[in-house]
């Protein structure tokens, strides 16, 4: 597995835990609203951290951290992603993880074999392919539209402890775009909608647009028919 970051306290990250947070490099999307190109991009340099050096942080760290975050990047992109996991469960670790859906069969067996304790999935845009693909950077194919599909009917029947999430901006999402989501994902207990971040490099040429106050509310007003909104 390649790490390209660790951040050794969160308060807000693992619900209700505190955790640390490892960040894998690589992705098979290129959000143009991404604000982590380094992990993402292959041209970006990026200083690798060890795996040793996690392990070590965790065996010390015993007791006071009592979860890792695994995100990226796409983490389920390393074959060994689960071997990393049953290690750090044995520890005593909580694990949750962050990711796009699109590697449906490392996610089901990571659930079936209960090696995560809560997973969040990203969803994009309205399953909709030419929407969702213009979301994550014109690299969509039909495989990974439909694992993506498959990921999101996963957690919908309860498995495991879950949250879906999608970063909305003006350029990407309409009102009913987020309604659809909303739809397809009706019955789950919670999703977050977070405006895009303004302040950072992205991996698109131009920043992105928030959405506006308003709008927003009539989102959650409309969205909370099919499913409870929460604006992060
Ligand atoms: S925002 Fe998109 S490109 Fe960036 S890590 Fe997530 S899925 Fe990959």
Redesign the pocket.
């Known amino acids: 597995m390649r790490i390209g970051g660790f951040q050794k306290l969160s308060l807000v990250d693992y619900p209700g835990k505190v955790s640390c947070i490892v960040f894998t490099i690589g ?5 143009p ?5 380094q ?2 991009l292959p041209e970006k340099k990026l200083k690798e951290i060890s795996i040793n050096e996690i392990f070590s942080f965790l065996q010390k760290n015993k007791g006071l951290n009592e979860a890792v975050v695994i ?4 983490p389920t992109l390393h074959p060994d992603l689960p071997e990393f996991i049953r290690r750090v469960k044995t520890m005593g670790y909580s694990v949750a993880l962050e990711t ?1 859906g699109t590697n449906f069969r490392m996610l089901k067996n990571l659930v079936e074999e209960k090696l995560v304790n809560y997973v969040e999935l ?1 969803i ?1 845009n309205r399953l909709d392919f030419e929407k969702y693909d213009l979301t ?2 014109g690299v969509l194919t039909k495989e990974l539209f439909e694992n993506v599909k498959k990921s999101i009917k996963l957690l919908l029947k309860g498995k495991v402890a879950y949250e879906f999430r999608t ?1 909305v901006m003006k350029e990407f999402h309409t009102v009913e775009d987020i309604v659809e989501i909303a739809k397809a994902i009706k019955g789950a207990k919670v999703y977050y909608l977070q405006n895009v971040r303004t302040d950072v490099e992205v ?1 698109g040429k131009k920043g992105f647009t928030p959405i506006d106050e308003e709008t927003l509310k009539k989102i959650i007003k409309e969205a909370s028919n099919f499913v409870k909104v929460v604006k992060r």
Request: hydrophobic content about 25%; overall charge negative.
């Open positions: 992705c098979d999307f290129r959000c609203c991404c604000y982590v190109p992990l993402v995100t990226g990047g796409e796009n990203d994009k994550v950077g970063t991996i």
